[in-house]
C-alpha cells in the first residue's frame, strides 16, 4: 500500500451513506505514520462499507482534505515532522475543513488523552491498541455529529453573510462577530467546555448581533449620542435575533445566548433582566468576549482600550455584579505566558 492511497471502491452495500455527496459512501481520512495501522484501519473500516484514504504525515492529510470530501479524519497523534495535535489545529482554523471531526489516536492515559482533545479541538480521541467494536462505536458517533454539522454548515452560510452585510454599515462594527467567536472559544476551551458546547458559543458568539440587521440603518449607524427611544429599538436587536434564528432548527441551542447576550448577573442587563442562574455558562462566555471585543475595538465615542485596560475594565464590572468572577479569571489567564500558544494567539487574533 502506498503511503497516500486513494483506495478502490468496495462492495455497493452501503452500510453508512455518504454525507457530503447525498450518495455513495462515508469518506474517512486515515492519518498515520505506521503503514501496518493505516491498512488496518482502512481494511476494518472499507469491511464496513466506508471509503477510506490514507495519508502518512500532515502535508499528505492536508492534501487529501483539500482534493476530497472527508466526512472524518482518523489521526494518529505521532507523526513525522509535525505532530498529530498540529494537524487538529490545522483543520478547525480553516474554514474549509472545520466542520470535519476528528478522532485522535493516541497512546497517552485517558486524562492525557482528554487534554489533548479539549486543547487542539479533536471530537474525540481513543487510546491505541483500540478494539474494532470501539473504533466503529466512536466512528458512526462522529459520523452521525458530521451529519448534523452539514445541514447547520449551509444555514450558517446564509447567516453569516447577512451578518457581515450587517457589519459592514458601520466601521465599528466591522468583523466584531469573527473577533468575538474567537475569543469565546478560546474562553470556552480554558474553561473545559466539551466540544459540543465550544461549537454552540463560536456560533452563538458569531451571530449575537444578527439582529442588527432589524434596526433601522439611522439608529444602527448614527454616531451621536442615541435618545431614549433609539436605545429601546436598538436594544431588541437581541429577541430580533433570536427570532431571526428560531425558524432554523439547527440553531435552537444558540437563541438563549443571542437573546442573553447583554444581561448581567445582578440583574440590571436586558431584554429580560436575568440574574445568576438563569443566564447560562454559554451565554456567560459570549457576554464576556463580547464587552472584551467592544472595549479593544475604537468606538465613536472613545478610543481603543488596551488589554490591560479592558481587564481592568471588566474586573471592576465583575466585582459590581456584573459578570462571572470565575470566567474573568480564565479570561486572564489566557493571556498569560503559561498558556497554551494556540489559545493565546486565538484570543491575539480576537484583540
Ligand atoms: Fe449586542
Known sequence: ?????????????????????????????????????????????????????????????????????????????????????????????????????????????????????????????????????ELLTRVRALLDKKRFTDNLGDAEKVLFTLLEIVEAKNPYTAGHGYRVSRAAVSLAIQIGLSSGERE??????????????????????????????????????????ERICASLYPFLPILQIIRGHHERLDGSGYPDGLRGSQISTLTRVVSLADVYDSLKTRQPYRGRFSHAQAMHQIRREAEQGWW????????????SPESVTGIRDALRDGG
Open 1 to 133: 500500500m502506498s503511503s497516500l492511497s486513494n483506495q478502490a471502491p468496495v462492495e455497493e452495500t452501503t452500510v453508512f451513506p455518504s454525507l457530503s455527496r447525498g450518495s455513495g459512501r462515508a469518506t474517512i481520512l486515515i492519518t498515520h505514520v505506521d503503514e501496518h495501522y493505516r491498512q488496518l484501519y482502512s481494511d476494518l473500516l472499507r469491511s464496513e462499507g466506508f471509503q477510506t484514504f490514507c495519508a502518512n504525515d500532515c502535508d499528505q492529510a492536508l492534501a487529501v482534505l483539500h482534493r476530497e470530501r472527508i466526512d472524518l479524519a482518523l489521526v494518529d497523534i505521532v507523526m513525522p515532522k509535525t505532530d498529530g495535535m498540529m494537524l487538529c489545529r490545522e483543520l478547525k482554523n480553516d474554514p474549509d475543513t472545520r466542520l470535519v471531526p476528528i478522532l485522535l489516536l493516541t497512546d497517552w492515559k485517558s486524562e492525557q488523552g482528554f487534554v489533548m482533545e479539549v486543547e487542539n479541538g479533536a471530537d474525540a480521541y481513543v487510546k491505541q491498541p483500540v478494539t474494532n467494536v
Open 200 to 241: 454552540w458559543v463560536r456560533l452563538g458568539a458569531y451571530l449575537h448581533d444578527i439582529g442588527y440587521v432589524g434596526i433601522p440603518d439611522d439608529i444602527l449607524m448614527k454616531l451621536g449620542p442615541l435618545t431614549a427611544e433609539e436605545k429601546t429599538v436598538l436594544n431588541s436587536h437581541t429577541y430580533l435575533g
Open 324 to 335: 462571572d468572577l470565575t470566567l474573568f479569571d480564565a479570561l486572564a489567564r489566557i493571556d
